[in-house]
């Protein structure tokens, strides 16, 4: 009688000795799509970036109204399209942010995309890419009241925005978004970030004038430490060498120093 020897089974890997395949990281551009999506799919923030199109246009019409002919110029509008960007934008910069505390969306946002730093990166692109769009739209709007308006008054079409002062005004306008943006990252909370940006814009500016005004020292170095009083210069036509060094030490200052500390603190602080 023969005696069969049976060879043992191959034992299988428990769960946990077997190797699990690694998800690849959500792409920048689908973070950014969803981030474009959040600007728009909320009544506040729908009516929001509708205002800078309804803002324009009712600028245009108060310049075709109330305007001298004489003043009816492409500079003229542009100036009464770009006050309202100037409000506006930085508030849609600022409810990108808080957003994600005020509406308690943070938890479930970072858990998706346990990497907040690029949450923040894709935030910031969208936040840019809509204050260009919309300050372009802006300067169509009043490029076609420009044409109506003299059309109507029978005055020659005067086009006396140069492309060099358009890019001057579009980066002055980032510039004041980017303020907004650093400003959300800093503080987190909606009402906060807007009343700082409300003092830094307007309060700020009226306390620095009066002490450059009275003080000769302070006249001398503001410059070099007002960053509303650098991008106040875009304004005003193009910039030389010195321009261009005042605007990146002061922008250095009061924009990439507080961005980096607001986005190293949201980086290690807890989101509940």
């Not at 005055?155 to 004041?176: F, H, K, M, R």
Request: net charge neutral; no cysteine.
């Amino acid at each position: 009688m023969t005696t069969m020897t049976l060879a043992p089974a191959p034992e299988r890997p428990s769960d946990s000795t077997r190797p699990r395949p690694v998800p690849s990281p959500i792409p920048l551009r689908r973070i950014m799509s969803v981030e474009l999506r959040k600007s728009f799919d909320t009544r506040s923030g729908f009516w929001l970036l509708a205002s800078i199109g309804i803002a324009a246009l009712v600028a245009t019409g108060a310049v075709l109204l109330f305007a001298p002919s004489d003043e009816l110029t492409y500079d003229t509008f542009a100036a009464a399209v770009g006050f309202p960007m100037v409000v506006i934008l930085p508030m849609v910069a600022i409810l990108s942010v808080t957003g994600e505390w005020s509406q308690r969306s943070g938890l479930t946002t970072f858990t998706l995309v346990p990497h907040r730093s690029r949450v923040i990166l894709a935030k910031a692109i969208v936040a840019v890419g809509i204050g260009v769009v919309s300050i372009l739209m802006a300067f169509a709007i009043g490029a076609l009241g420009n044409l109506v308006g003299t059309a109507i008054s029978g005055t020659e079409t005067v086009w006396d925005v140069g492309w060099i002062e358009v890019g001057n005004i579009v980066l002055a306008n980032v510039l004041g978004l980017l303020v907004g943006f650093m400003l959300g990252v800093l503080i987190r909370n909606s009402a906060g970030a807007i009343v700082a940006y409300f003092v830094y814009s307007f309060v700020l500016p009226t306390l620095t004038m009066l002490l450059a005004n009275g003080q000769q020292w302070f006249h001398d170095l503001q410059p070099w430490v007002d960053f509303n009083f650098t991008q106040g210069a875009l304004f005003n036509g193009t910039l030389n060498g010195e321009e261009w060094a005042q605007l990146g030490v002061t922008g250095a200052i009061w924009l990439v120093v507080p961005l980096a500390v607001g986005v190293w603190s949201v980086l290690r602080s807890e989101v509940k």
